[in-house]
């Protein structure tokens, strides 16, 4: 098989269903429409693996606050906004309570993967009955490293607050560690794996360089 063939019946068509979605994920209305989804996993993610922090969240930066490709994640410890309540109560007086906070970006944590997956099975050799099975079962483990993506990253960001109080640093290095291991380099790795997992055989194989 030579390269032009090779350019034009994958490379090209997988560029331009990449972007094509990509582009159309920059709609804000489209942003606006997935948004709540991936807010209530972000939330549920956090939440669970934290069960001592309160985790709320909203759209946007803090420039930004329309920006429904954005999720603003607030916390603090439990402990410590109940004792604002407690203090409230007992003066009469409304407390004044404080979060700290960090971002989530959708695009980068859950919809660019898919789309990326999603390119890559369009142009694989082989039916459409078997893509479209592969299409749901990759999706379900990219939402899987997504979800732990979003776990381990949660616990560096609350530490790092401060909202901990003093956190040891062998501690801290480690769970940033953890969090850099989670980077978009190896979302992209883990997607390649899924793709040649689930996509090929020793066939689809012997097609392409027939």
Known sequence: ??????????????????????????????????????????LSTLTTSQPDMYFKSRPGGETDPKNHNKITVLHN???????????????????????????????????????????????TPGNWKRKLINLMIGSVLIMGFAYLTVYFKGFYMVANSGVLGVVDANTLKGYKLISFLF??????????????????????????LA
């Open 1 to 42: 098989m030579d390269l032009k063939h090779i350019l034009l019946r994958y490379f090209l068509p997988m560029t331009i269903c990449f972007f094509g979605l990509s582009l159309l994920n920059l709609i804000p209305s489209v942003q606006k429409a997935y948004y709540p989804i991936f807010e209530k996993i972000t």
């Open 77 to 123: 410890t439990k402990k410590h906004l109940q004792a604002i309540i407690d203090r409230s109560r007992a003066t009469g007086q409304q407390g004044q309570y404080d979060y700290k906070g960090f971002i989530i970006t959708i695009d980068e944590h859950f919809i660019t993967p898919l789309i990326f997956f999603f390119s890559l099975l369009i142009v």
């Open 183 to 208: 980077s978009s380099i190896t979302t992209i790795t883990i997607v390649v794996l899924v793709w040649i997992l689930l996509a090929f055989r020793k066939s689809d194989f012997k097609n392409l």
